[in-house]
Each structure stands twice: as structure tokens, then as C-alpha cells.
């Protein structure tokens, strides 16, 4: 087939993921050492924001200067995601997930030693680097490992490790940072992904799924993204990433602001927000992606969507207090907790196995340009309109991405066998689809 003539896929290939010598404790352990590694990722990104100030005192340096330290690392993560989704469907996931964790583990380790602002900026960049091979490895594995009947239920557990992050990783880091200093909570999440790089080399296999097989360069790999997205389903999702991120980005940033200018809550209580909101979504993230096997994808991705646009239109006008805000966040963030889980599971399933790193390190990389652009829209919309527009503009962002996935989302239903074929998009598969493996654990 040339490449012109393939089709869109609407089914996974993994024929065989699970193996009968998988037993449930092994099911557990590789999960477990996915959600180490996303608890880990999550917890070092979201501590620098918390300690900026310990750095700024430590480091004596600017405050103008210290956003450099999550731009630097957002950039290489996007840069070296792209990088490793070729890469990983060429090697296998499981190669990548042991280089991510053990680079960053050694990397998180190396920041003991950042005694200048400039050695800190460096070794933001090569965890952004690090973080950028994991990324979308993490769910591509899982798409790899876990039959799309069961692959819901698994993300949604692997997912929770970034709810934990924000529950525990952040008071845990912020507390380590001020007792003994900023380098510290850098170096304990280096030491849990080292754990975590541990258990995927003892535990971890690598799924006997289709690898491409084409030579990896830099022009193959700019040729797969291009034909990705030239198929329409493949390109609708990476435009809801797109849209689902800048809808956070353009709400999350100055609500904590608007709470304390215009609302009167304390520092202390904005804390509180974040755990409140950390708890509810590590409570509806395994619910709902195990519910999204049962009733389908695109149901749970729209209801989110809608309780999201529900939860920031009435924002500015029901929050008044430490109690209406506590409620309308924990609100926002089991929707975003809702979609998490639904919609990469139905992502993964719109290629070949051979082009799940490519589909997944796209969007993640897609998705962090959204977040960033929301993020740098944010702060201009909220001087001219107040909070009021930042969540309208969250609100249509995310009434759009409801659309992408009503309209230009396929909802597979189940894995199929796909042919042998290294070409970017295989044609559409016709063949029944087949039960899940019953030994796969609940």
C-alpha cells in the first residue's frame, strides 16, 4: 500500500498483550511501577511552583527570573517527547521506560549539586528531557500491555499517581524544601524513580506487539507525525489535547489569585483548594476509567465536559467563600479526572501498535503547547475581563473539545487483529472483535 492510500484505523492490534504467565500479582507489579513513575514525574513538576520562593532566597536570585525554571523544562519535555514516540515504536516501550526513569531519577539526584541559579535552569532542562521520554511512554505501554476492554481501568489507576503527587508530593515537598532546603525534594522524588526504574526493569516486560520496522531518523520521524495527522481521527485527538489543556491553562493559574484578591481567602486556605481538589480527582480517576470499559469512551470524555463548563460558568457567581470555592474546585477537578483515563484509552486505540508512541508523545506534546498557550492567554485575559473571562474562554475551549469527540472521534469496540504492516496508517480493519483475556485482574 502507499502511504497515500491508507486508511484510518479504529481498532487496536495488540494480539497478544496479556500472556497466561501473567498472573494477577504480576498485572499489579507492573502497574504499580507505572504509577511510582507518574507519581514521581507529577510530584518534581509540581513542587517548583510551591518552593519558587525558597529558591529565589537560596539562589538570590530575581523573581522575573524564576519562570524560566517551568518554561525551560516544558520545552525539553515537548522537544524529547516527540523524540521518543518514534523511538519507542521502533524498540519497544518498555527500552524507553527504563532510560526515562533512570536518566531522571539520576538527574532529580543531581540537583543536591545545583548551588547556582544557572546550574538549577540546566538541570530543569534535562529533567524536562527525561520527563519527555516518559511521557507518552507510560500510556502507550499500557495501550500495549492492557486489552482495550481493560485499558480504562488501568490508566485510570496509573493516572492517579498524578493526584497523589498534587495530595502528597507537593505538602511532602514543600516541607523538605523549607526544613533543609530547595535541592531536597528534587532529590527524594529522584531516589522513588530510581524505585520506580527498579521495578519496571525487574517487572516491566516488553508486550509481544507489531514494531515498526522502518530505520529511525529524524526525516522518518517528521514524515510519521505528518501522516498522523493527516488521517482525521488521529488529528482530531491531537487537537482535543490541544483544546482539553488550554482550557486548564486558561482557568487553573489566576483562580488561586482571584480567590485571595477578590474572595479574601488566605494563603493557608488556597493550600487546602489544592488538596481538596488533589482528593477528589484521585477518587474519580480508577472509578472512571473503569466505568469507561463498561459504558464506552466518549460518554464519560462529554459528561466531563459538560460538568467542567457547568463548574466554571458558575464560578463567579457562586463562589463566595472558603466553602463554595472548596466545592466548585473539587467540581472541576473530577471532570478533568473524569477524561483523563476515557479519552487517552480511546486514543491509544485509534493506531497500530507500531504507531502508539507516535499517536500518544504527539498529543502530549500537542497538549503541552495548549497548556502553555492557556497559561500565557490567562494572565492578559484576566486583566481585561477579571476571572469572568478567563472561564468563559475555558468554557468554550472545552464545549469545543466536546465536539472534536462527539463529531471526529471513532469509539473502537475492542482489539482486533491487525496485519503485519509498517506503513504509517493501515488500512481499516473488518474482522470481529475479540473477547479480553480473562485473567486480567479487576
Not at 350 to 369: E, H, I, K, T, Y
Request: contains cysteine; charged residues 10%.
Amino acid at each position: 500500500m502507499e502511504q497515500g492510500d491508507a486508511k484510518l484505523f479504529v481498532g487496536p492490534t495488540n494480539t497478544n498483550t496479556l500472556l497466561p504467565t501473567h498472573s494477577s500479582a504480576r498485572v499489579g507489579l507492573v502497574l504499580f511501577a507505572l504509577w511510582l513513575m507518574v507519581f514521581a514525574a507529577a510530584s518534581q513538576i509540581m513542587i517548583v511552583s510551591p518552593i519558587l520562593p525558597d529558591i529565589a532566597r537560596e539562589l538570590n536570585v530575581e523573581t522575573g527570573r524564576l519562570g524560566s525554571l517551568i518554561s525551560v523544562y516544558a520545552i525539553m519535555l515537548g522537544i524529547f517527547s516527540l523524540v521518543a514516540g518514534p523511538v519507542s515504536d521502533r524498540l519497544g516501550r518498555r527500552i524507553i521506560l527504563l532510560a526515562g526513569t533512570l536518566s531522571m531519577g539520576v538527574v532529580l539526584l543531581l540537583h543536591g549539586l545545583a548551588h547556582s541559579f544557572w546550574v538549577l535552569l540546566g538541570m530543569r532542562m534535562l529533567a524536562g528531557a527525561a520527563g519527555g521520554l516518559l511521557s507518552g511512554a507510560a500510556v502507550a505501554y499500557v495501550g500495549d500491555f492492557f486489552p482495550y476492554e481493560r485499558r480504562g481501568w488501568a490508566n485510570g489507576w496509573v493516572m492517579s499517581g498524578i493526584a497523589l503527587g498534587q495530595v502528597l508530593g507537593i505538602p511532602a515537598g514543600k516541607i523538605l524544601a523549607t526544613q533543609l532546603g530547595f535541592e531536597w525534594p528534587f532529590v527524594a522524588y529522584g531516589f522513588v524513580m530510581l524505585l520506580a526504574g527498579f521495578l519496571t526493569w525487574r517487572f516491566v516486560p516488553q508486550p509481544d506487539v507489531q514494531l515498526a520496522k522502518d530505520r529511525v531518523t529524524f526525516g522518518g520521524a517528521f514524515r510519521s507525525y505528518r501522516a498522523l495527522l493527516a488521517q482525521p481521527a488521529p488529528r482530531a485527538a491531537v487537537v482535543g489535547y490541544a483544546l482539553m489543556f488550554l482550557a486548564i491553562g486558561l482557568f487553573i493559574p489566576y483562580f488561586p489569585l482571584w480567590l485571595e484578591n477578590e474572595i479574601g481567602l488566605s494563603g493557608n486556605a488556597i493550600a487546602g483548594l489544592f488538596l481538596v481538589g488533589g482528593l477528589a480527582n484521585l477518587a474519580t480517576g480508577p472509578m472512571a476509567g473503569k466505568l469507561s470499559d463498561r459504558v464506552g469512551r466518549k460518554p464519560l470524555v462529554v459528561a466531563s465536559c459538560v460538568l467542567f463548563a457547568v463548574a466554571l460558568l458558575s464560578t463567579p457567581y457562586v463562589v463566595t467563600g472558603l466553602v463554595t470555592a472548596y466545592v466548585f474546585f473539587a467540581l472541576a477537578m473530577v471532570s478533568v479526572a473524569m477524561r483523563i483515563a476515557p479519552l487517552q484509552s480511546l486514543v491509544s486505540a485509534l493506531v497500530p501498535d507500531s504507531q502508539r508512541g507516535v499517536m500518544m508523545s504527539g498529543a502530549v506534546s500537542v497538549g503541552q503547547v495548549g497548556m502553555a498557550t492557556g497559561a500565557g492567554l490567562a494572565g492578559l485575559i484576566y486583566a481585561t475581563f477579571g476571572i469572568g473571562g478567563n472561564t468563559v474562554g475555558a468554557t468554550v475551549a472545552v464545549a469545543l473539545m466536546a465536539v472534536v469527540v462527539v463529531y471526529f472521534l471513532p469509539e473502537p469496540k475492542g482489539d482486533t487483529p491487525g496485519p503485519p504492516t509498517h506503513t504509517p496508517i493501515p488500512p481499516v480493519e473488518t474482522s470481529e472483535s475479540r473477547p479480553a483475556p480473562s485473567h486480567v485482574a479487576a
